[in-house]
């Protein structure tokens, strides 16, 4: 049951995060932030599948981690859960084409072991 | 005069410190507005916990939270974004030491440390690996 939701909520993460990268790119840049045009840029990511999916997947997860902390304790939720790092760096890298530098490997990995660390 | 990297760099710097801050306050006030709180099993109870004003401010932050991140992954990686928006953990320890009194052993400390190296090692990386489309589109 525990790992099953640990493995419900890495992937839906990953695969949220890696749905919402890639519909904040279709949509551009954004240089203005003043409120009116944010309006516009809200009112364009509504419209966003990429970024409409990503929300449910996100929900999902957030759902399944409450349900998670309900049967396990925060010292396994939290690290078991951190090892989206590793797979949302991996999949940027191979799916979204994003260049993962040995510098940028090195400081995901020492994330990783940093957060499993604090929740000892 | 700011090279258009430079601008990029700082720009990512704001946008990723209100990340975390928003993540940061809003996490504390939602744990603050809800500590102590018995939620029922229906979802009435849910709801009416959202209108006390702690966890109001809370939910806030968080809407705040997620649609700066958005804003940032609309130029900066995501391999970039999520390691280095961890610096957040640092802080909610840092918080919970000065502001709850919560006791913090060495090997938290530690965690703390290699996670500031880590966020260190990414922040040293360029934010963009990959050009995304120049216009935000309308309203620009």
């Known amino acids: 049951m525990k790992w099953a939701l640990v493995a419900i909520i890495v992937t839906a993460t990953s695969a949220g995060e890696l749905l919402q990268t890639a519909g904040m790119k279709r949509h551009g840049e954004i240089h203005d932030f003043r409120p009116g045009a944010l309006r516009g840029v809200l009112a364009r990511l509504a419209r966003n599948w990429f970024v409409a999916v990503s929300v449910v997947l996100m929900a999902v997860s957030f759902f399944a981690f409450m349900k998670l902390l309900s049967v396990a304790d925060l010292s396994f939720a939290v690290p078991a859960t951190a090892a989206s790092y590793v797979v949302e760096t991996a999949l940027a890298k191979y799916l979204l084409g994003e260049q993962v530098s040995g510098k940028r490997w090195a400081g995901a990995a020492c994330v990783v072991c940093g957060v499993a660390l604090l929740a000892l | ?140």
């Open chain 2, 1 to 140: 005069m700011t090279r258009p990297s430079g601008r990029l760099r700082i720009k990512t710097r704001i946008v990723a410190s209100i990340v975390v801050l928003a993540n940061v306050l809003g996490n504390f006030f939602l744990g603050r507005g809800l500590k102590g709180k018995v939620l029922g099993s229906t979802a009435l109870s849910y709801i009416e916990a959202l209108f006390t004003p702690w966890v109001a401010l809370g939910i806030a932050l968080l809407i705040i939270w997620m649609l700066s991140r958005m804003t940032l992954l609309s130029w900066a990686d995501l391999s970039y974004v999520v390691p280095v928006t961890a610096i957040g953990y640092v802080l909610s320890v840092v918080m919970g030491k000065c502001f709850l009194g919560e006791e913090v052993s060495l090997l938290r400390w530690a965690g703390a440390l290699l996670i500031v190296a880590g966020v260190a090692l990414v922040s040293a990386t360029p934010p963009s690996t990959v050009r995304p489309k120049h216009s935000g589109g309308g309203g620009e």
